[in-house]
Structures are given as structure tokens and as C-alpha cells.
């Protein structure tokens, strides 16, 4: 593990560092709202080399209209590399949130800590890292990596609620020299750190196309969040879905494939689903949304993928997303149209008893309001793990023809029914009869109705009337 940075040349006039930085806070904050602090401190290990500020901008601003702690890094400046005066500047406006309560939204450029400060730069890379461990239990925090990050430099993001991560962005622990001479691999930064392999592992939750693109997803983000822990979630107007009936996006037939995100248009208000690390554990998405303006977080299995099994990373996703919502009191709301767990070798090996068993206690322990969907099936585990009446689910319904059951009709048949269809004189015909009968006795929405498992059949065209009506129902429960 490599924190330290190879510093770049000091840059020739004072305060020449400031500028990215500055127009980075700018961009994020409201008009004329960015106000500094310890905008003259320099360090005093580098004599005639010091700069004003020591390669960072911090201070508070609004992101519409609601105050913010924010700094930004400059990598214009000895590289990024960080200091015992730019660690203080940090630790004190982190320091600063958790007093005021507001949330963090940071500029990561750093190369790690600075070679010329040693073991004073690493003290410094602790105390952030201690304040981002403690805010985590006080207010959002949000890191946009808009250069280089590496070393101590991917810490501090990884312990924050949200990365953004710029198209142009790399983050490691080593560089690639150092895996190099270590190892012998002959890697590009961008293989070894880009934005698309860290989608692909969970570390970044969403990509920008530029500096500005990044402050606008980040002020998205803070839209759907509250001030800090407690706070109130912010209100948006309301607006209609995009499509009419959510059943027009969701085929009959529960082995035809379809995108979840078309079916979920049918239910939040337009334009109000913001997705978080598409890219990552597929066969499940999360995303931020609006019912009736209320902010909700949204999880729901992605039939295009794989199904919409629940494998290692799907489990590990919607486990992190539902502690994080639960955490700033965000309602969820879960749609489900899955078969399963992912049977196999593989996912054994992997830990999907481990990693599963992570989805069922968040869910479990959860204290904000969360209802339930069944659109089209629900079977096994995976029934219980999506936020089922037995994990302590608020409301839970389901659509007429939804299936919902230990397995499907046609797998139980074939176990249930063995004998029988060996010695069937037509087994073809045998095996259709009998994986009716089952689905009618054992899985249908009427069935579990019955059984209390669920509190409501409802037509689909119903869904976002039930769901807004339950989360006022519900309103803000304590905590």
C-alpha cells in the first residue's frame, strides 16, 4: 500500500492552485454563497516552496439555498499531494460539518500524502479519516474524483455515502510503476484505476463527463437527501409518471426479459429516478426517486440481467443502499420479479450465504418505512430477502397474476412429482397438468393473500396510488 506522492513542481506565482479549486466550489454552490476559510495558511516545512491555502480551497456554501461544508483539492500544487496545513484545513471544515450539522461535498486530487512532510502528512490522511468515519452517522457526505487519487487519496472517498467519479478520473492505492516493479504487471492507469473498473466493483457510484457535470450530479444527490441525520427530507413538486400503467412495460410471461426501468417510469414522478452504480451487481437496481415530490429510495430486481437472480454483488448493492437510506431516513420501496438466488459453485465459493445473509439483516433492521411489490414472481429465498412481511415489511402487495412461492410451478413439479412423471404414459402432458395444479394451490397472489403473507392484491394501473397512500400513512416514523 503506497500513500506517499511523488510531488509535482511548485507552481511559480502564490495562490496559483486555488484557481481549479475555486471554480470547482463555484460551479457546486450557489451564486456568490462559497465563503473560505483558511485561505492564507501555508505550510511551514517548505519554506520558500509554500503556497497559500497548501493546495486546498475550503469553506461553505448553498446548494440551492441549503448550506453545505465543501473543499477541493488541486493536483496543480505538488501534485495533489497532501500536507500537515491541508490536513488541518480539511479536519477543520469536517470538524465544522459535524458541529453545524451540514453535509460534505469534496474535490478529490491528491497523489497521496506528501513525502516531504512523512509522517506528519500520514497523521494527517488519520484525522480525515477519523471525521469521515464520524460524519457518517451525522450528515451525507459526497467525494467527486476529478483527477488522481491515489494512495491515502482513495480512503477518504471510499468512506464517504456517495463517489462521482469524472471520465477522466483514476484512482488506486499504487501506481501503476509501483504494481510494475512489485509484481512485474505492465498495466495503464486507466486499467488499473479508471471510472469503468470501479462501476464494475461498487467504489464509484456514478460518472461525469466533466467538473461541472459531477457538481450537477452532486447536487441531484443532496436534492433527494436530508441536512444530516433526523433532518427532513426535502420536498419537490409532484409530478405525474412518464408512462400511464407500469404493466404496459412488464411482459406476461415470467420468463420474458424487460428493463425494470421502464416499469418503474410508471410509478415515481418523472424525471425524479436517479440511478446509483448501474454498472455494478446488475440483476438489482438502486435509485433514488419521487412519489407525489417525497424522496424514496427505490430497489428493485432487474429482470434484464440475469433474470433478476440475486447473486454475491446484487446482495452486497442493495445491502449498502438500503443502510444508507435507512441511516438518512429515506423510505424504500422495493419492486420484485425475481426467481431466485443464484444457484452454483461459484456463488458458494463467493459467499452468497455470507453476502445474502447481509441484504436479509439490512432489511431486518431497518426503521424507515418500506413497502413491497410483487410484480411477476417471488420464489425461495429470494422472497424473503426482497423485504418480505417477515422481515418486518410496512406493506407489501402484489400484482394478479404475480407468482410467489418457494420455486416455480414447473421446478416443484419436477421434484414433487418424480414418480409420476417417470412412469406417466404421456409425461409431457402429465408435467402441464400437474405444474397447473401447483401454481393454482401454491402460488398464486390469491394464495398468499389468504395466508397473510401479503397485505393486498392490487391491479398495476393501482401501484403509485397504494404506494403514495402508504407512505402517508406511514409519514416520517420515528427513528
Known sequence: MDLTAVPGEPATSPGAAHRRSLE????????GSLEQIRSAVVSPRLGGNAQLGDGVVAGFGRVSGRRIACYAQDATFMGGSLGSAQAETIDRVLAMAARARLPVVSFIESGGARMQEGAAALYGYGRIFRQNVRLSTIVP???????????????????????????EAKMFLTGPRVVREVTGEDITAEELGGHR?????????????SDHAAAA???????????????????????????GDPALEVPSSSRTVYDMRAASAGIVDAGSLLEISPRWGRSILTSFARIEGRSIGLIASQPRYLGG?????????????????DTFGIPLVVLVDTPGFMPGRHQEEAGVIRFGSRLLQAFAAARVPRLTVILRKAYGGAFIAMNSKGLG????????????GVMSAHGATAIIH???????ANPDLTRDELTFAYAREHLGAQVAAAGGFIDEVI?????????????EILGDRDR
Open 309 to 325: 437472480v440475486l447473486d454475491v454483488e446484487a446482495s452486497q448493492k442493495g445491502a449498502r443502499f438500503v443502510k444508507v437510506c
Open 24 to 31: 470547482r466550489l463555484e460551479c457546486l454552490c450557489d451564486s
Open 197 to 209: 473498473m470501479h462501476e464494475q466493483n461498487g467504489v464509484c457510484h456514478l460518472v461525469a463527463s
Open 459 to 471: 391491479e398495476p394501473s393501482e401501484t403509485r396510488a397504494r404506494l403514495a397512500g402508504a407512505l
Open 217 to 243: 450530479l452532486a447536487q441531484n444527490l443532496l436534492g433527494y437527501l436530508p441536512q444530516h441525520v433526523g433532518g427532513s427530507l426535502p420536498q419537490a413538486v409532484a409530478s405525474d409518471p412518464a408512462i
Open 393 to 404: 415489511a410496512d406493506f407489501v402487495f402484489a400484482w394478479p397474476d404475480a407468482e410467489i
Open 141 to 167: 457526505q459526497i467525494s467527486i474524483i476529478g483527477g488522481l487519487a491515489a494512495g491515502g487519496g482513495c480512503y477518504s472517498p471510499a468512506l464517504t455515502d456517495f463517489v462521482v467519479m469524472t471520465e
Open 418 to 424: 418424480r414418480r409420476e412423471l417417470a412412469a406417466a
